[in-house]
């Protein structure tokens, strides 16, 4: 079959980069038996709709302003990636020209605010613009991000910590949180995300709820996520070990004193589940493990998406024809913006420009071998609007066995990582660790 008809066979069908593909932006695959989404929708096309969802959502840990999230949903065209920078970069220097003003800048809270809200803004800005590797921007927001958060963590009651961990082949990018530097030893998250979410954008999803209920926290990120692919040019690494060893040793090296050992904590969002499983495996430091979601198997949950023809082409190893097929989706304006979105971050964040050649790296994303390495107390979260790993965190559930604590997330909670359901994520996970650790009442003081 020709590379037209294959392209014709993608857009009816399943593609090699669903909506559901990969991280924040996972939704299900349109189906008649698909349950229709439980909130009024902020823009047509379903990926806009999902990003504006997870930006307006962390609006309430400080992520920026209600209505500066409903204008812009007013105001891009659904479908336009142009659209969506734009607007986003313009809001994102209003803010700026905020948090820089005088009068605002009075005290502390009014600072990291508005450092917060600009940041934000600069994320999503960055968020759909990796398809062409040379466009200066996908730097320059990201230094803007970057100076904009860190004027606001150092507003913070306590002043966040950036810390830089080297390795053989690349430097890990951390950060530290802590509510109050008193010497006291406090539960503490370590946490990762996954495809394409920023340390920074844990901040607002985890670190705010976790600071108020007197958890310290550590941020990370390795190869293949923001700051590292773009600082030392390096994609995603199956053996994540590599990574968290050096951050736990460099988390107790430096801030042991203030972490208590018996409940350190690692957190996998996203895809991030699969990578935080595979190095708790290595790990034994940890003493919980908290998977949203649960990944079995990355290659799994991406070929499996692809039409009979493309899985063909793949099979048989066809590397010529399959990215043939596949790469025209990056500039069609038929093609859905999680398509477009989806291949051209993926290609980007594992450092590949060929389509068959990125999901064949994905074979060694698995926890097959790993699993039963695994010795702690394991929340593992499923999603009803989980389509690309739809089926996999059962199987992590399953192959954990006792270990696991399993848990399914549906109406308004049920999207991928709770998006806009913050607070409700927050209530649940916080309560399975304070169970399954041994902590009263979520405070670091009533620890027995």
Sequence with gaps: MKSTSLFSAVLL??????????????????????????????????????ELLFTLGNTIFGAGDVNDVLAAAKGIEAGNVTSWLETFHALAEYTKKQAEDADNAYDPLNVREAWFAASSYYRQADFYNHADWMDPRIKSFWLEQRAAFDKALAALPVPGERVQIPTDNFTIEAIWYTAVADGVKRP??????????????????????ALAR??????????GQPTVRRNDDVGFIPDWEKVLTPVIDELMNRKGCFVDEDRLVLVG???????????????????????????????????????????????????????????????????????RWGLSHGLWCFKQHSPYLWL???????????????NVPVLVVDSEFEGFFAGQPEAVKDALGDKATYKFFNGTAGYHVQVGAGQEWNRYQFAWLNKTLGICHGTSSSIR
């Design 13 to 50: 069908g399943a593609t090699v980069a669903s909506s559901s593909i990969l991280s924040r932006d996972s939704r299900p695959s349109s189906s008649p038996k698909q349950p229709e989404d439980p909130i009024i929708l902020l823009s047509k096309d379903e990926s806009f709709h999902f």
């Design 188 to 209: 503490t998250l370590v946490i990762g995300n996954g495809y394409d979410a920023g340390q920074e954008d844990s901040y607002h999803s985890f670190v705010v709820p």
């Design 214 to 223: 007197g958890w310290n926290v550590m941020t990370y990120e390795g190869p």
């Design 269 to 339: 969002v996203s895809m991030g589940g699969y990578l935080a499983a595979r190095a708790a495996a290595f790990e034994p430091r940890i003493k919980a493990l908290v998977l949203n979601g649960g990944v079995w198997d990355v290659y799994e949950g991406y070929a499996g998406q692809l039409t009979p023809d493309l899985k063909e082409l793949l099979a048989a190893g066809k590397q010529e024809e399959f990215d043939e097929a596949a790469l025209p989706l990056l500039d069609s304006p038929q093609v859905p913006t999680t398509v």
């Design 360 to 374: 064949e790296s994905l074979k060694r994303y698995t926890l097959t071998d790993v699993v039963e390495k695994i």
